[in-house]
């Protein structure tokens, strides 16, 4: 999961079908320890996380001997400095929201400290090639990975792509088995047969995570598509060529931890994926998950 081999506690229900093959990166993962202060040392704060009414969301400090994140409703989690273990204990939201915090942030991080780069992107794989979507929350990236996956594809990944170089190629990594729905989509989803039931792991006002059928292997990154919603758009969705690494590095998911040579790193796999085919895709609010993964479909050659 993210190019890491994680060690999983069988505790952690919502990661227990995680397993992909070995990337050589070993990390092993504990619950149930409460994170010791003193292991931190005199911790300095990187990054503050609020809710709309200013309450804390989570916090990231790093200390002489890692990272720690923390937030009431998440717990903690201690990320040792090269990422080689990862532990703590859930909150106030119980043991599901600490797996939540670890997919959704902690995972991902330590990712990039063993190496990676990591985007904020849903993705499947398509004969054997990663298909990445790009966009804010709200474009539809995680439904139409589901409509694609329904015409045929695999799902890889949900809002968190872990990238690798590998020569003069990137390798996109399977995420986590799961993906989260808005809310407004899952009936639709429903309808079109796109959604099990049976694979719901939680709910909220706000998403359904449902489990989803993993990809085993990393496989090499094809497409990249920029999903740009906008009231004015015409009825078929417009294609247009992104050739500027800085669209890409917009998507960066971490820039909390940008040194020299990470930064160097970064620009590289921004500059290589531009290379590549790179559209942004220009689209009505309107249109839904399902057309528009019709369209991409047959751009991409998928089948279906």
């Known amino acids: 999961m993210f190019g890491l081999d994680l060690q999983v506690p069988g505790s952690l229900t919502w990661l227990a079908e995680s397993g992909t093959s070995a990337a050589g990166r070993p990390v092993e993962l504990t619950v149930g320890a409460e994170a010791d202060s003193e292991w931190l040392g005199d911790p300095t704060p990187i990054s503050d996380e609020r809710t709309e009414d200013g309450g804390v969301l989570f916090q990231i400090a790093r200390g002489e001997r890692g990272y720690r994140f923390s937030g009431p409703r998440y717990g903690t989690a201690i990320v040792s400095p090269r990422a080689s273990r990862v532990w703590g204990a859930p909150g106030d939201g119980g043991v599901e929201d600490w797996q939540r915090f670890l997919v959704a942030q902690v995972l991902p991080f330590a990712a990039v400290l063993r190496g990676l780069e990591v985007f904020h992107a849903s993705a499947v794989a398509v004969d054997g090639h990663a298909v990445a979507f790009l966009g804010p929350s709200g474009a539809g990236k995680t439904s139409i990975a589901m409509e694609l996956c329904r015409l045929g594809a695999s799902f890889l990944a949900d809002d968190v792509l872990a ?83 800085q669209v890409l590095l917009s998507a960066t998911f971490n820039l909390v931890l940008l040194d020299g040579p990470r930064l160097e790193a970064l620009l590289d796999v921004c500059s290589l994926a531009a290379g590549g085919m790179v559209e942004r895709v220009v689209v009505g609010r309107e249109t839904d998950a399902s057309t528009l993964a019709e369209v991409l479909a047959e751009r991409i050659g998928a089948p279906g």
């Open 163 to 245: 990238i690798e170089r590998d020569g003069g190629h990137l390798l996109a990594h399977p995420g986590a088995p799961l993906a989260g729905i808005a809310t407004e989509e899952v009936e639709r989803l429903r309808s079109r047969r796109s959604l099990d039931d049976g694979a719901v792991l939680s709910a909220d006002s706000r998403e359904v995570v449902v489990r989803v059928e993993p990809q085993r292997d990393p496989v090499p990154l094809q497409a990249i598509f920029v999903l740009d919603r906008r009231p004015e758009a015409p009825p078929e969705p417009r294609f247009e060529q992104v050739t500027e690494p």
